[in-house]
């Protein structure tokens, strides 16, 4: 083990018959560096645990953190008896990004038991990185129960360990406001830490639970925004009114593209009045638009592709990529997605959405045009999915959605370019895993749901179901 800036944190959370989480532990912490540790570690679950979720959660604690983990032998044994049903594992992944700043690697195990042990020695490898201002898939759930030690800065909230008031685990953030307080922030994004770029669509999901419910009479209720720093209610962006009824729990996942602000904050608060608690806060980057001015703080790889500020070659914002190519080259690719961040994954619908503007039209006349694929990496264009040819006038600009399904290779990249001469400029890069996956049969295979959450359908040989699994 190798930890920098960063530690390991075992997770329990405990399942009933009904699949309701009932409990959850954090039973082991380590922040220390070793070859091969042994760690045995004992919990006794609640009344009425079914089953139990074991998590091994990366944690960055400072900027430039790094870490890579190797787990091996993670058995669960009762002290009565060891009928462990159907284990499985799984690597979590969003995007493979060594720049992520916290790579999850989740084991699920049905058991029924009492009491049970965990021993972890190592196999399974998860490496992680950290950057400022990358928050793809990030999680943040205050169980340090230290805002400070968070992304987040309080307003009138505050960190809670009350059960009447928590979410999951031991602490979420509380806020409560009289229906005389017209406005009361209870959270905002630490901006200093969390960069959110202009001219980007970005999806916040969170956890919530409703306290004491707003006097929707009074106009009273929850809300979320992304506000422009330095800026006022002017710029908001992906405002959200929600209310609910005491006790009420709920996630949310709010997708909104920022504006020309330079940098955004997120807000949560209560208006007119009420009481509210959240939790399990994700703040996902689904665009690209290049608006770093640098190919190499992004997933992408230069072709011969370039950034440009030209006002005559953007599209929105400050900058795009921009490729020009002669009649005489046949094939100029622009930009390539680094197959190193960015993974996809075999037998998998994708819709790849982006704008284009034609700078320089291609000639039609010599089988020109401008193409995009999805290409299998360490492959040749035998393996090419998505396949599509366009042209356009010079100066039209437009947007694609291309989708199209992965085949066998265990990864590919994506590539946009021109055949036979012209200029191209691309800008705001959304790549989306369709929800529904299904399997070789016509089967459901797989469900993506807000908040990186997957489920997983099990079949016999017959077809039936057999079983759901859950994993976040």
Not at 129 to 157: C, K, P
């Amino acid at each position: 083990m190798e930890l920098k800036n960063a530690k390991v944190r075992v997770v329990l959370h405990y399942f009933d018959v009904n699949n309701k989480l009932i409990g959850s532990d954090e039973p082991f912490e380590y922040g220390g560096n070793s070859d091969w540790p042994s760690v045995h570690v004992k919990a006794i679950p609640p009344v009425n645990t079914m089953w139990a979720r074991v998590h091994f959660n990366i944690l960055a604690i400072e900027d430039n953190a790094s870490r890579t983990v190797i787990v091996d032998s993670e058995p669960l044994q009762s002290k009565k008896n060891s009928t462990i049903v159907l284990p499985y594992s799984k690597e979590k992944k969003g995007n493979q990004k060594m720049d992520e700043c916290i790579k999850r690697v989740t084991y699920l195990f049905l058991i029924s038991l009492v009491c049970f042990t965990i021993s972890c020695d190592s196999h399974v490898m998860a490496s992680m990185s950290r950057e400022l201002n990358d928050f793809s898939y990030v999680i943040e759930s205050f169980e340090r129960g230290d805002l400070n030690q968070t992304n987040y800065i309080a307003g009138a909230g505050r960190i809670t360990s009350n059960p009447l008031q928590v979410i999951t685990g031991k602490h979420s953030v509380y806020v409560e406001s009289s229906p005389k307080e017209e406005w009361k922030d209870a959270i905002y994004t630490n901006a200093n830490k969390v960069h959110i770029e202009k001219n980007t669509t970005y999806a916040v999901t969170f956890s919530y639970k409703s306290i004491v419910e707003p006097v929707q009479v009074n106009n009273g209720y929850f809300y979320f925004t992304a506000r422009g720093v330095g800026s006022d209610y002017k710029s908001d962006k992906g405002w959200t009114e929600w209310t609910g009824q005491a006790g009420k729990m709920g996630t949310k996942t709010i997708t909104f593209k920022t504006g020309e602000e330079e940098n955004y904050f997120l807000i949560w608060g209560i208006h007119n009045g009420g009481s509210l608690s959240l939790d399990d806060i994700s703040i996902q980057k689904l665009s690209e638009s290049f608006e770093r001015g640098d190919l190499n703080q992004t997933n992408y790889i230069a072709g011969a592709g370039r950034i440009t500020s030209d006002p005559q070659q953007i599209i929105t914002g400050k900058h795009s990529v921009y490729v020009e190519s002669s009649p005489k080259e046949e094939w100029k690719d622009a930009i390539y997605t680094n197959a190193n961040k960015v993974h996809f994954e075999k037998n998998t619908t994708y819709a790849v959405t982006f704008s284009y503007k034609s700078i320089v039209e291609p000639v039609q006349g010599k089988n020109g045009y401008f193409y995009f694929t999805a290409r299998g990496v360490g492959s040749g264009d035998i393996s090419d999915k998505g396949w599509t040819e366009w042209t356009g006038q010079s100066g039209k600009s437009g947007t694609k959605t291309i989708t199209f399904k992965t085949g066998d290779e265990e990864n590919y990249f994506l590539i946009w370019g021109i055949h036979n001469g012209g200029a191209l400029s691309l800008d705001d890069i959304m790549i989306k895993k369709d929800e529904y996956q299904y399997d070789a049969n016509g089967r459901l295979g797989r469900v993506y749901l807000p908040g990186n959450v997957e489920i997983k359908y099990f079949y016999d040989a017959n077809g039936n179901l057999m079983r759901r699994e859950r994993s976040n």
